[in-house]
Each structure stands twice: as structure tokens, then as C-alpha cells.
Nanobody, 127 residues
Framework: QVQLVESGGGLVQAGGSLRLSCAAS????????MGWFRQAPGKEREFVAA????????VYADSVKGRFTISRDNAKNTVYLQMNSLKPEDTAVYYC????????????????????WGQGTQVTVSS
């Protein structure tokens, strides 16, 4: 089992940047595929980015491709989401997720592909 704690959210103007962090407990962080999702008020939770447990394969939602970068530091048990050129439509609660099922370079994009979730961190982008 793994516990996830997100940080780094806040209020930023359009065009600005934020870096989210997700710290994981436990000694087997490197065996988890990691993902970031977001949920805006009145909307369903949507996929943002994910990184595989092996070889660091990354996948992104079309809406953030070229602006967001996911990375992981297995020595620090942490996954990051660097968000640049932020837009008001990026405003949401951002959640970190982890799952140990997916091996190799597989990374699920659906929320039900992940077993473990953090509590979320609010990102607000003003126009």
C-alpha cells in the first residue's frame, strides 16, 4: 500500500507556471505507475499525464501536451508535474494517483486504472 500527498498548488496568473509534487510513502515507489488527474467544479475527473514505472515513458492529455511535463525521482519517492503557460481552463483540483498493476511501459489513462489517490491540491489560474 502507498500513501500519496500532493503539494505545490496555488493561485497563478494566466501564462504563469507551477510545479506540483506528489510524495509517496513506502519503499516500493519505483514499482508504481504514476498519474496526475484533475477535476474542475461540476466536471468529471480527467486524465492529465502519467509516467510508467519502467523506462519513464510519459503520456499526456492533448489539452496539456507541450505545456505540462511529468517526471519522477525514485530516490525521493516523488512524482512532479511541471505546468507552464497555464490557462484559466487549467483551474481544478489536481490529484496524484498510483498503481502497481501496470508493468513495463504501460500507463493507464482512466481513473479506474489506479488504486491509490492523494487528497488533491487546488490550482487556480486567473485571467
Amino acid at each position: 500500500q502507498v500513501q500519496l500527498v500532493e503539494s505545490g498548488g496555488g493561485l497563478v496568473q494566466a501564462g504563469g507556471s507551477l510545479r506540483l509534487s506528489c510524495a509517496a510513502s513506502g519503499r516500493t515507489f519505483s514499482s508504481y505507475a504514476m498519474g496526475w488527474f484533475r477535476q474542475a467544479p461540476g466536471k468529471e475527473r480527467e486524465f492529465v499525464a502519467a509516467i510508467s514505472r519502467n523506462y519513464g515513458r510519459t503520456v499526456y492529455a492533448d489539452s496539456v501536451k507541450g505545456r505540462f511535463t511529468i517526471s519522477r525521482d525514485n530516490a525521493k519517492n516523488t512524482v512532479y508535474l511541471q505546468m507552464n503557460s497555464l490557462k484559466p481552463e487549467d483551474t481544478a483540483v489536481y490529484y496524484c494517483a498510483a498503481d502497481q498493476t501496470w508493468g513495463g511501459i504501460m500507463v493507464p489513462k482512466a481513473p479506474d486504472g489506479y488504486d491509490y489517490w492523494g487528497q488533491g491540491t487546488q490550482v487556480t489560474v486567473s485571467s
